[in-house]
């Protein structure tokens, strides 16, 4: 297989792994995915996929993000071999696997239900896809032994899993996934079930697990914060159709249209309707921009990169505008401003600054280089 749970598979060929440059990057590519042309429809009138095209890299961590009923769930089960695809190619490695059955894929999931047998023990259920493989109880056992060190799951491999809490149940899934050494893992919304603070510690686990690995792991979520905390690069979905690719920076800050920009959580857009160059006019008005795009569009303006002046300053892109509302957050301020009939959200730092009241009147700065305009 292409990843061996062991120390030397996290090492570089040149500090003791037991192949050669040559062989680890053969293996490596083989966890490379292509989907080309997927289409998907449920009865007559619902669309999952609508021509998926989409290339992930050997060794990334790469999250299908979008609302509920976007597709990136049947996407997944696609890749599975759990859902057949109407038409369309799926491949990975380079080697056709459309007709391959589920069984006979280097592809294991992680599922949000976590998927265990509760009658078993962790040993057992670490332990039970290898014996459906023909594997001899001593290599089941080293297998086992190393995988549950790799996850450092410690005293836990004798209990039995009903005795478990919801995070141990969760990496005891992760465990068995990886205990079949796939060359793909697909992981759908592992972590929502969990706490907050559980589910941030599985995140930074299940992030260096997959580094140390470097192998192919495709995450499904439809939180934009676990995206961007994890992904090397992020696939935005609506309505079956892929509207941005691109790693988790760009995808937030320059969104490519309307959907993707109020998803990944930015409500300041404004329509902009004139304008000359790079002078945009728009119901907060007027504004100069580095971005500009084509005529007409929508003006995008980041909460975070706006700055609060106290009372009235004059100056290119300064908004003269009136604190409204003020959450306060710990290490930021989160500010609903209004200026004119229109409102503005912005987000400040707290460390070393006087921060506004309710009811002040302040200026509302922002840089040209921030100000990002996209379509539809």
């Known amino acids: ?85 109407d038409d369309g190619r799926l491949a990975i490695g380079g080697k056709d696997i459309t007709e391959v059955p589920p069984h006979k894929r280097s ?49 836990l491999v004798e209990r039995p899993v009903d005795q478990l809490s919801g995070g141990q149940r969760q990496r005891i899934a992760l465990a068995r996934a990886l205990v079949n050494e ?19 510690q599985l995140q930074v686990e299940l992030l260096r697990v997959q580094k140390r690995l470097g192998m192919t792991f495709v995450f499904v979520t439809h939180d934009q ?25 760009e995808v937030y800050e320059r969104p490519v249209n309307a959907f993707v920009a109020r998803f990944m959580g930015h409500d300041n857009l404004y329509p902009v309707t004139a304008r000359q160059d790079a002078r945009l006019t728009t119901p907060l008005g007027e504004l100069t921009t580095e971005n500009a795009g084509g005529e007409g569009g929508l003006l995008l303006i980041r ?10 300053v004059a100056g290119d892109n300064h908004l003269p505008a009136t604190v409204s509302e003020r959450l306060y957050r710990g290490s930021h301020a989160e500010y609903r401003l209004e200026i004119g009939s229109s409102t503005l959200q912005a987000t400040l730092n707290n460390r070393g600054r006087h921060l506004p009241e309710v009811g002040d009147r302040v200026t509302v700065s922002v840089a040209p280089e921030d100000l990002v305009t996209l379509g539809e």
């Open 107 to 155: 592809v294991n999931t992680v599922f949000q239900s976590y998927a265990l047998f509760p009658h078993l023990s962790v040993r057992e259920n670490l332990a039970f896809g290898l014996k459906m493989r023909g594997m001899s109880p001593q290599q089941r056992d080293a297998r086992v032994a190393k995988i549950a060190d790799f996850i450092k799951l410690g005293d």
């Open 182 to 200: 796939p060359d793909v893992l697909l992981l759908d919304e592992p972590l929502s079930a969990l706490d907050a603070g559980l589910r941030s």
């Open 303 to 312: 909460p975070e990169t706006l700055d609060l002046l106290p009372g009235e």
């Open 225 to 249: 914060q676990e995206a961007m905390v994890m992904s090397d690069r992020i696939a935005v979905l609506n309505g079956g159709v892929i509207q941005q690719v691109g790693p988790p920076r």
């Open 1 to 85: 297989m292409s990843n061996t749970i062991t120390a030397e598979a996290t090492e570089s060929p040149t500090e003791g792994s037991t192949g050669t440059a040559e062989q680890v990057e053969r293996a490596r590519q083989a966890s490379s995915i292509e989907m080309r042309g997927l289409h998907k429809r449920f009865g007559r009138d619902t669309v999952a996929l609508d021509g998926v095209d989409l290339t992930i890299e050997p060794g990334e961590f790469f999250t299908l993000l979008g609302p509920s009923g976007c597709g990136k769930t049947t996407l997944l089960r696609i890749l599975a071999g759990l859902e057949e695809a």
